[in-house]
Structure formats: structure tokens, C-alpha cells
């Protein structure tokens, strides 16, 4: 890792405690019954069909859950209705080991400025599972920061009142999850002033299961330097891997 030594607005005193609890904690939420390990099917159902959860439950195992979700479609904007199914005692979740990280780096924790923009702006976000196409997304605001000598604006859009990152670096498919990784940069008093700690860049939840479709990162959120902080890979026992 190689940012400078006047990188702006360091922080030099994070709570390695927290991120240990932070680890851990992630640890526990992936292997959750509902947790991303535990995702074992999404069902997209015909155009007009009213979900139906219950009815979908029956016959199933005990350890199976059955929830819902829905999304515009790609093309038209018009609601579609899926089902998710999660099993407790799904394959990924029996042959998971554990979350590989890089070392905690105080380096890698660093304030930004944030500046709120019109509420309706959209930034289009390819996903991984839309063949090329993109979803607007609703971004409230600009994230302005710099690393190694190089500007950035990031665009973080809103996840139940957080800022969540989709960010690219050198590291993708290589040391880290190839199609990116995920931060939340919580606003302080929603003040201009947010705080980026990269030591808790996240593997997204496609990362650990076939059955999620990901925002990859915009252009703007690539950046050129090396993010070597934050997760790198969930790993797994016995040769299993994420189909």
C-alpha cells in the first residue's frame, strides 16, 4: 500500500477492537439462516403474479425459509415480484470456513467530503446478473476524496439511510473479489464530513452466493491504487466454490 504520507485528513487512531467485533460479526451475519451463505434460490415470477410465500413454504425442509423481494424490471420500470429461498443448512454455509482479510492498516481509514446533491439524480450501476444492461440508482450526493495524488468522485447511493460504496480497485480477481467490493461510509450528523475506513470493504453478497445479483462499480468508483485492506475472499472447505 503505497498512499502518501500527506494523503488529507488522516485518521490515525481507529479501534482495532471494533474491527475485530467487526469481523466477527460479519462472520456470523453470512452464516445466518438467512444470511448470504443461506440463499439458495431467487425466483423471478411472471409479469402480474402476486407472490405467495406460504404457499411456497409447504413441503419444503424445516430448515428452509421462503421471503420476498421485488425490483423494477430492466426494461419497462414495471414492479416484478420475486421469492428467495434460504436453506440453514445450505452447501455453502456446511463447507464455509471463514472470510480471508488483509491485516488491519490504520493507513486505509481516511475522511472525505460529502456534497448533497438534487434528491432525483440517478447514476446508472451495471449488475452482474443484467447482461451489460444498467439500473438508475438514486445517489444523494457526491463523495470527494484523495488518494495517492489522484481526485476522486465517488458515487455512493442511499441503502436504508447509509451510503453504500460499490468500489473497483487493482485487486479485483486477483487478492480480492473480482467484480468488486462494498463500504459503507456512514454520514456524521449529516455533516459534509464522512469517514471511509476500507478496512471494512466488504465482499459483496454475489460473492457468496449465485443467487444475488451485485451492482458492479460505475466508472468513477474505480480506483487506479491498490485497496490491499477490508476482505478478500470467503473460503471454503473441501474444494467447494460458489457455482
Known sequence: MSLPSSAPARITDPAPDDWNAWRTARAASVTAPTGNLALVETRWLPA???????????????????????????????????????????????????????????????????????????IPFEYIRDNGGSRGMIVPGDISLSLDGVDYTLAAFDDEGTLLLVFGDPTNGVETYGSGRFLFVPREDGGETVTLDFNRAFVPPCGFSAQYNCPLPPPQNRLHLPVRAGERLPVFRDGHTIG
Open 48 to 122: 402480474g403474479t402476486e407472490a405467495d410465500p406460504e404457499a411456497e413454504r409447504q413441503g419444503l425442509p424445516p430448515d428452509v425459509r421462503v421471503t420476498t423481494l421485488e425490483r423494477a424490471d430492466i426494461l419497462t420500470g414495471e414492479p416484478e415480484q420475486g421469492l428467495r429461498f434460504w436453506d440453514a443448512r445450505s452447501p455453502a454455509i456446511q463447507h464455509f470456513s471463514h472470510i480471508d482479510t488483509f491485516g488491519f492498516d490504520p493507513a486505509w481509514v481516511t475522511r472525505a467530503t460529502f456534497t448533497p446533491v438534487a434528491a432525483d439524480r440517478r
